[in-house]
């Protein structure tokens, strides 16, 4: 069986348990459960066979029916066609039918159905980083690994489709659980949860963005990211009226392209995502998928809702729409898949 060079390593078109064979390179068994066509990643002889899943590690494993993988692809990084020279940037977050993230600023709020969870990990394997606010990190702990079968660490190749996570972080003030001169003397429980997951192989760690120079940051969290395979991005920024740093969404963009990133999903938090609906941003985005919980969170949490716009006469017009829609049903949830209309 020929390999599609065109086609994304986590993206197999079928589910077997793969065999080493002379003559094609792997053959079909059984599947793990019917209906539900999930990854297979494909070998050869002259490839060593994907890492086995340690028995820990694969009750995690998540998996994603072909169907919803085929709905999803035309709103996903196409790595085959030339390449762009900006990054594909996809706009994912799951919602109340209220339009809330959560019940209040800070407080995680779990959304998402299992299956639409496993649908954001597939969406993760199909980007090069996830990209959050520092907020989201330090209120969350997020994993920002990918968990999908045949990923790297669940079953992959060492980091095979694991994206780098981003955190904006401004004034570097994220504690993700600093070392002092011995990584290894860390206990665990101390490093945040993607710190682990690097250490493990499980994901990889997460390069910073920040406005502080390289010498005002802390030596301590500089070393324990760095020994973990992470790092700070220093990127210049503008000051508001307040005194806190921001940095042109432009600026974010071309710096992950310059690190080599094709493709970025952005995750949230509210912040995040309001400021990229906006006018001067929704340029940057390419497509929105958005996940939708049978659920109301009730007032005071926060919301998706970017700032009004008006017309050249000084009407009110919608804020942002999309084109190319499809709504598709991920166990109770809704997910919506649509184009930034520009």
């Known amino acids: ?40 990643v494909h070998f050869s002889l002259t490839m060593p066979p994907p890492q086995p899943v340690e028995a820990a590690v694969a009750r995690h494993v ?29 706009l994912t977050f799951a919602t109340s039918l209220d339009g809330a993230l959560s019940l209040a600023p800070g407080i ?24 959050i606010g520092v907020g989201t990190a330090i209120a969350d702990n997020p994993s920002l690994n990918c968990r999908i079968d045949g990923a790297g660490g669940y079953g992959g190749e060492p980091l095979q ?9 401004p004034r570097a003030k994220w504690d993700f659980g600093a070392a002092d001169s011995d990584l290894s003397n860390v206990a665990a429980a101390r490093l945040a949860k993607v710190l682990q997951l690097a250490r493990e192989g499980r994901g990889r760690a997460p390069w910073i963005i920040t406005a ?3 010498k005002k940051i802390l030596a301590t969290r500089k070393s324990t990211l760095e020994a973990c395979g992470g790092k700070y991005l220093t990127l210049s920024s503008q000051s508001t009226d307040t005194g806190v740093s921001i940095f042109s969404w432009e600026t974010i ?18 912040g995040v995502i309001n400021a990229l609906l906006e006018p001067v941003n929704a340029a940057l985005v390419k497509s929105v998928i958005v996940t939708i919980a049978p659920t109301w969170l009730g007032q005071g949490g926060v919301v998706v809702c970017p700032p009004r716009r008006f ?9 942002a729409r999309l084109d190319s829609v499809q709504w598709v049903q991920c166990g109770q949830d809704i997910v919506l898949c649509g184009m930034l209309n520009q």
Not at 68 to 90: D, G, K
Not at 161 to 169: E, L, M, N, T, Y
Not at 253 to 270: K, P, V, W, Y
Not at 311 to 319: E, K, L, T, V
Request: with cysteine.
């Open 311 to 319: 017309d050249s006469c000084g009407r009110m017009i919608p804020a």
């Open 62 to 90: 998540l998996h994603v029916p072909a169907p919803l993988r085929q709905s999803l692809e035309p709103y996903l990084p196409q790595h085959a066609v030339p390449p762009s020279p900006h990054p594909h940037v996809t």
């Open 161 to 169: 489709g694991q994206p780098r996570p981003v955190v904006i972080d």
């Open 108 to 131: 995680q709020t779990p959304l998402s159905g299992p299956e639409s969870k496993a649908m954001t990990h597939f969406l993760r394997s199909r980007h090069d980083a996830i990209l």
């Open 212 to 214: 502080l120079e390289p």
């Open 253 to 270: 963009r071309d710096a992950l392209a310059n690190e080599g990133i094709r493709s970025i999903m952005i995750e949230g938090g509210g």
């Open 1 to 40: 069986m020929q390999a599609n060079p065109n086609q994304h390593p986590l993206c197999a078109p079928c589910r077997c348990t793969p065999q080493p064979t002379e003559k094609h390179g792997h053959e079909h068994s059984s599947p793990r459960s019917p209906g539900d066509a999930a990854l297979c």
